[in-house]
């Protein structure tokens, strides 16, 4: 039996419902804060996707309830007013969609969705009544019947095949049933990420005599994640992919059945399972920014605890974030610290500082960005960021220009800081780089999550910021011999000689970190312990002039 791969638009089949009211309720000022966990019309035009005329039709035929309308908030602007909903009609609109795709016109939906409140109504008529309109249509738990247990189940919990993928294609988070059922092979296994690239798994156990298997759920993969790929993509979906693999792909890519977007699928799937015999599923997905959940809920029946879950969007990808596997990868680690913070911060009152820093900060945060950054936590007034390899971006040069950018726009800064605040110093951004391959993933706390990478690429970055001064750019010869040598002749490096006259700089040279330090350096004890890594400064790049030759790039 082949995978039937019938696309049906939805997040899942929502249970629960609201109390339908009748006429549109104004909402007065000081009564703003009722509505604080609602959303509004913009919100879910945005969110489920639907026209404003298909919202319409379904609050006039008892699907969604008839909105409060009060002021707009102040990210909702051109308008007097606006209407607000229980967060919940989200819910509801899926479980139209998902009624549509099991063939009932919206006649037969909307009566399915009368009996239910009508069943609800009459259940919740006492409490409501006490508790007042307001309270009747914003409380949750009264009538989304949302025990305590449902708000304990976490991602751990599912006992049917799930699991996260980057945009990359490699799983990030995935259970054992995920592992047994859909990928017959223990994926958490794999440190190394690109080994878990979920067309690398199912294009190798094509070879293994599971081809059909292997190629329907190729196909499945290829119809949800097509936003994310074009021609050039599937020429590259993972390293070392061969032309055979290629041209399976895209005949595949070119064969699935409909051309969408949207963020939420449902999609029916048969596939065998241990033992033998097969089983149906709806897979379920959901695209979040940090990839896309899988869900294989069960066609025989399906868990009221797990579908509360997965209408929690944020509590989801939070719980799977906490989660995620730690993964080799190769990266490269950018750490610089303000130069004197503390007598900078002596200087300063502390509300001078906190603008200071707030305002350094706002102005170098879009280049992190930029260059594809991704923040990591550092102790003190310093940045750390993590520069990943992934198909088609140059992570090395990624985080060389974003050091030599740094330092242009912290130069102009500090300029201007000096003229509004009559400042007399300069300030200075000392950067350490490096390269090379270690353990990727997020630590978290009751309230936040990180990422982190440990081991000796951060220690050894961590000591040449420390090295450097005045906005020096430092890196090792390791990061440096990863570049191509047309990379490198763009870039100008290279160490001060004590040796030629005005201690003069010689290009493309490397020294030990212990010829270039004295043992009166206030760091020379922490240094010491990498005194014989051969190191570089980075000064610049070089950019062509109109004759073709090369100019160093002020």
């Known amino acids: 039996m082949r995978l039937r791969v019938e696309l049906y638009k939805s997040t899942w089949p929502g249970l629960f419902l609201l109390d339908r009211l009748k006429q549109p309720r104004y909402l007065p000022t000081e009564k703003i804060m009722d509505v604080q966990n609602m959303i509004t019309s913009k919100d879910i035009l945005d969110k489920a996707g639907i026209s404003r005329a298909t919202l319409n039709n379904y609050i006039k035929s008892g699907i969604l309830p008839r909105p409060i309308v009060g002021p707009p908030r102040p990210t909702d602007k051109g308008v007097k007013q606006i209407g607000y909903f229980p967060e919940e009609v989200l819910g509801r609109i899926d479980r139209v969609r998902f009624l549509k795709g099991q063939g009932k016109n919206m006649e037969e939906i909307a009566r399915i969705f009368s009996e239910n409140t009508d069943q609800s109504t009459a259940s919740s008529h006492d409490d409501s009544a006490r508790e007042g309109s307001i309270a009747r249509v914003t409380s949750p738990k009264k009538h989304n019947r949302i025990t305590d247990r449902?708000?304990?189940?976490?991602?751990?919990?599912?006992?049917?095949?799930?699991?996260l993928i980057n945009h990359n294609f490699e799983v990030e988070w995935i259970n054992q049933q995920a592992e047994d059922i859909v990928f017959g092979k223990k994926v958490r296994s794999?440190?190394?990420?690109?080994?878990?690239?979920?067309?690398?798994?199912?294009l190798e156990r094509r070879l293994s005599g599971k081809a059909e298997r292997s190629m329907d759920l190729c196909t499945l993969h290829l119809t949800v994640l097509q936003r994310y790929i074009n021609d050039p993509v599937l020429s590259s979906l993972f390293k070392g992919i061969s032309s055979e693999e290629i041209e399976i792909v895209?005949?595949?890519?070119?064969?699935?059945?409909?051309?969408?977007?949207?963020?939420?699928?449902?999609?029916?799937?048969?596939?065998?399972?241990?033992?033998?015999?097969?089983?149906?599923?709806?897979?379920?997905?959901?695209?979040?920014?940090?990839?896309?959940?899988?869900?294989?809920?069960?066609?025989?029946?399906?868990?009221?605890s797990l579908l509360s879950m997965l209408n929690q969007r944020e509590r989801i990808i939070g719980d799977l974030l906490k989660h995620r596997m730690p993964s080799l990868v190769s990266l490269c680690v950018l750490i610089a610290d303000l130069q004197d913070s503390v007598r900078i911060s002596a200087e300063l009152l502390p509300a001078q500082y906190f603008e200071l820093i707030n305002g350094l900060w706002a102005a170098v945060g879009s280049t992190f960005e930029k260059h594809n950054g991704i923040y990591g936590k550092h102790v003190g007034d310093g940045m750390l960021y993590y520069f990943l390899d992934k198909p088609?971006?140059?992570?090395?040069?990624?985080?060389?220009?974003?050091?030599?950018?740094?330092?242009?726009?912290?130069?102009?800064?500090?300029?201007?800081?000096?003229?509004?605040?009559?400042?007399?110093?300069?300030?200075?951004?000392?950067?350490?780089?490096?390269?090379?391959?270690?353990?990727?993933?997020?630590?978290?706390?009751?309230?936040?999550?990180?990422?982190?990478?440990?081991?000796?690429?951060?220690?050894?970055?961590?000591?040449?910021?420390?090295?450097a001064h005045d906005g020096e750019i430092w890196t090792t010869k390791n990061m440096?011999?990863?570049l191509s040598q047309e990379e490198r002749n763009t870039i100008r490096f290279g160490v001060h000689s004590k040796k030629r006259p005005g201690n003069g700089f010689i290009r493309d040279s490397f020294s030990r970190l212990r010829d270039l330090i004295t043992v009166n350096d206030p760091h020379y004890r922490q240094l010491s312990a990498i005194g014989g890594l051969p190191i570089t400064e980075i000064k610049d790049r070089f950019q062509p002039d109109y004759d073709g030759n090369t100019g160093i790039n002020q």
């Open 392 to 467: 088609g971006d140059n992570y090395i040069n990624n985080c060389i220009n974003c050091a030599i950018e740094l330092r242009e726009i912290v130069n102009k800064f500090s300029t201007t800081w000096k003229g509004i605040k009559g400042w007399d110093h300069d300030l200075h951004l000392n950067t350490g780089i490096n390269e090379g391959q270690e353990f990727f993933g997020t630590i978290h706390s009751a309230n936040t999550i990180e990422f982190t990478a440990l081991g000796d690429t951060i220690n050894i970055a961590a000591r040449l910021s420390e090295f």
């Open 250 to 304: 895209k005949n595949l890519f070119q064969s699935r059945p409909v051309s969408t977007d949207e963020p939420f699928l449902h999609l029916p799937v048969s596939i065998p399972v241990p033992g033998g015999g097969r089983s149906n599923f709806w897979v379920h997905t959901m695209t979040f920014r940090e990839g896309t959940f899988f869900v294989y809920l069960p066609e025989d029946g399906m868990n009221s």
């Open 480 to 482: 440096i011999s990863k």
């Open 190 to 202: 794999l440190v190394d990420i690109e080994a878990r690239n979920i067309f690398k798994l199912f």
């Open 150 to 163: 449902d708000l304990q189940v976490t991602i751990r919990d599912i006992h049917s095949p799930a699991y």
